[in-house]
């Protein structure tokens, strides 16, 4: 199972996000797990994900997240225009994509 971390500041918007992800998943046959904290909290669960996904928003914390997981997962910042449509299909995609 892969495990998707989403990382936002104060995960209102994102929580949808990740239930629209879930969705997709489900559609496409696939476990996963997926999971949306605030930046100040993530590092309660960087050490098992896979990936770590940043909003727009938070995009400027990339570099502080990069030092948390040492280089052992990729962290990207999702797609504006996806994030602001909420197309967890495509993230979810993208995010797979990236972890394999």
């Known amino acids: ?8 500041s104060a995960g209102m918007s994102t929580s ?24 100040a909290e993530c590092s309660t669960v960087i050490d098992n994900v896979d990936i770590v996904l940043l909003g727009p ?10 030092k948390l997981v040492s280089g052992r997962i990729p962290v ?4 504006m225009r996806l994030y602001g449509t909420m197309n967890g299909k495509a993230i979810l995609e993208e995010a797979l994509n990236k972890i394999s």
Do not use: H, S, Y
Not at 1 to 8: A, F
């Open 16 to 39: 949808l996000l990740v239930t629209k992800m879930k969705e997709a998943a489900k559609t496409k046959g696939i476990e996963v797990w997926i999971e949306a904290l605030p930046v």
């Open 76 to 79: 990207e910042v999702m797609d």
């Open 57 to 66: 928003q938070v995009r400027f914390q990339k570099a502080n997240v990069e």
């Open 1 to 8: 199972m892969k495990k998707i971390l989403l990382v936002c």
